[in-house]
């Protein structure tokens, strides 16, 4: 069974970039498609973006300007970098497999709380 | 961006009862659908994918239905292990989105 675990500070200062690493548990990260989701307290799910083995990404666009993903299949690892931040952006921050027939979000990591915080 | 909308937001069941819950696309977005549970302070659970199709070791309880832009997740028999909030999302292009999430609470 895929696991997968993300990793990173709970706490980030406004307007600096947050980074969060997720580490997959075994080769599978050369397939499929990694995406990274977030929910803020009591909210909704919103989806920041994917990104392949190959590295090609897909980002949301209302945080486009502020996403950075990169994978390193070497280390089953890929990476989120979300820059400029406010307070908006605290939340539990998920990473998630996206899977075969019909790309669901099958496997997730326990998600890590980001607070933005001065 | 396809807008997926959620109804109810939330509703109160009894155990035993049947519950529907509908999710509605702004598009047509085929049989690209999915339903996740979610418990408080939980992570997501994948329940069903492509519209009807139920995960390994979900209940039987647990159905899916629709395409085009009109779906429904149906428990047949709530149990008391149900109570979670509920969400679609789509996976016919990006960027994905999720509805809004459905509450089942205790009646």
């Known amino acids: 069974q895929v696991q997968l675990q993300e990793s990173g500070p709970g706490l980030v200062k406004p307007s600096e970039t947050l980074s969060l690493t997720c580490t997959v548990s075994?080769?599978?990260?050369?397939?499929?498609?990694w995406s990274w989701i977030r929910q803020p307290a009591g909210k909704g799910l919103e989806w920041i973006g994917r990104?392949?083995?190959?590295?090609?990404?897909n980002y949301n666009p209302s945080l486009k300007s502020r996403v950075t993903m990169s994978v390193d299949t070497s280390k089953n690892v890929f990476s989120l970098n979300l820059s400029s931040l406010t307070a908006a952006d605290t939340a539990v921050y998920y990473c998630?497999?996206?899977?075969?027939?019909?790309?669901?979000?099958?496997?997730w990591g326990q998600g890590t709380l980001v607070t933005v915080s001065s | 961006d396809i807008q997926m909308t959620q109804s109810p937001s939330s509703l109160s069941a009894s155990v035993g009862d049947r519950v529907t819950i509908t999710c509605r696309a702004s598009q047509s977005i085929s049989t690209y659908l999915i339903w996740y549970q979610q418990k408080p302070g939980k992570v997501p659970k994948l329940l069903i994918y492509a519209a009807s199709s139920l995960q390994s070791g979900v209940p039987s309880r647990f159905s899916g239905s629709g395409s085009g832009t009109d779906f429904t997740l149906t428990i047949s028999s709530l149990q008391v292990e149900d109570f979670a909030t509920y969400y679609c999302q789509q996976s016919y292009s990006t960027p994905r989105t999720f509805g809004q999430g459905t509450r089942v609470e205790i009646k």
């Open positions: 990104i392949s083995k190959s590295g090609s990404t």
């Open positions: 998630a497999r996206e899977g075969p027939s019909s790309r669901p979000l099958d496997y």
């Open positions: 075994d080769d599978s990260i050369s397939s499929y498609f």
